[in-house]
């Protein structure tokens, strides 16, 4: 979906480096690192709100294999720890940028081992975009809901193998992966998810055939939906129709919430950019942290 408050330049760039045709797979990389923004995410804050070093975390680069793909994702977990809580961390539209990486290394510094993996790995890197509508078309819109569950699959997998406990696991998303977070806790073996201002309703497609309304009645686990009122692309609306298909389905459904923030708008936890909401942040992030704990994952 797109951001009313992302306008994009054509020619923006990332910070601190030059966008080039041929730039290498290793440099897309190098962003899920932590050394940059996406450029579609034009124009960013000067400074943002939070970084958290890696001090005391194993963070840096991973990747596992799904159906014969390598998929690179940014992992951050306490060193030297195992039986650890897993959360799922789930890209904005932009991609795995320092914005995500930074929020693993806040899960991390909580005690949880937290992956994200680069979801649109197969279609393309959103580094190279400085034009929404051409990351939309070239990149976001080809990305299969299957492929991306699969993907988190196994993700869960590696996170098993390398420290993490497979019975407790969670997941949130910001925009793009606030739906995907619903579609997984109807999908997948998670205990919890927090949805950041992910759309609701859409229409069906061969690549996306349902979205989080039509899924809710069957929810595995229940979620918290964190949305601002002020959203211009997710209308109150939606919400209530969200609200009266998940009265109408599992014990996990049921118990799922929303808050909603007045006067929030779109990726106000967004802390790079100037959509930020201080206050309504860091409330999202509290109630995010106790919803995990309540629901048996940390």
């Known amino acids: 979906m797109l951001h009313d408050d992302a306008r994009s330049d054509v020619n923006a760039l990332l910070p601190g480096r030059a966008t080039e045709a041929g730039a290498t797979r290793r440099t897309a990389l190098q962003v899920a690192m932590g050394l940059g923004y996406a450029a579609a995410a034009a124009p960013l804050m000067a400074q943002t709100a939070i970084a958290t070093p890696a001090d005391g975390l194993d963070a840096g680069e991973v990747s596992f294999t799904v159906g014969g793909f390598q998929v690179p994702a940014y992992r951050a977990a306490p060193a030297g720890k195992t039986g650890l809580p897993v ?72 996170a098993a193998a390398h420290g993490g406990d497979p019975a407790r696991v969670g997941i949130t998303g910001f925009c793009w992966g606030g739906r995907i977070t619903w579609l997984y806790a109807a999908h997948g073996p998670v205990k919890a998810g927090v949805a950041w201002y992910g759309r609701l309703v859409g229409q069906a497609s061969n690549l996306t055939p349902k979205h989080p309304v039509e899924l809710a009645p069957i929810l595995k686990a229940p979620v918290l939906g964190l949305y601002g009122e002020k959203d211009t692309g997710i209308p109150l609306d939606t919400i209530d129709k969200m609200k009266t298909a998940l009265g109408q389905g599992t014990a996990a459904a049921k118990a799922s919430q929303f808050v909603v923030y007045p006067d929030a708008p779109h990726a106000f936890h967004a802390d790079y950019r100037a959509s930020y909401r201080k206050e309504a942040a860091e409330d999202g992030w509290k109630r995010a942290l106790a919803w995990f704990k309540a629901h048996g994952v940390a």
């Open 87 to 158: 959360v799922l961390v789930i890209q904005e539209i932009f991609g795995v940028h320092e914005y995500i990486a930074d929020t693993c290394r806040r899960f991390a510094k909580a005690g949880y081992l937290a992956i994200a993996p680069e979801l649109y790995a197969r279609q393309g890197d959103p580094a190279m975009y400085g034009e929404m509508a051409k990351l939309m078309a070239e990149v976001v819109s080809k990305v299969p809901d299957a492929q991306v569950m699969a993907d988190l699959d196994g993700a869960v997998q590696w």
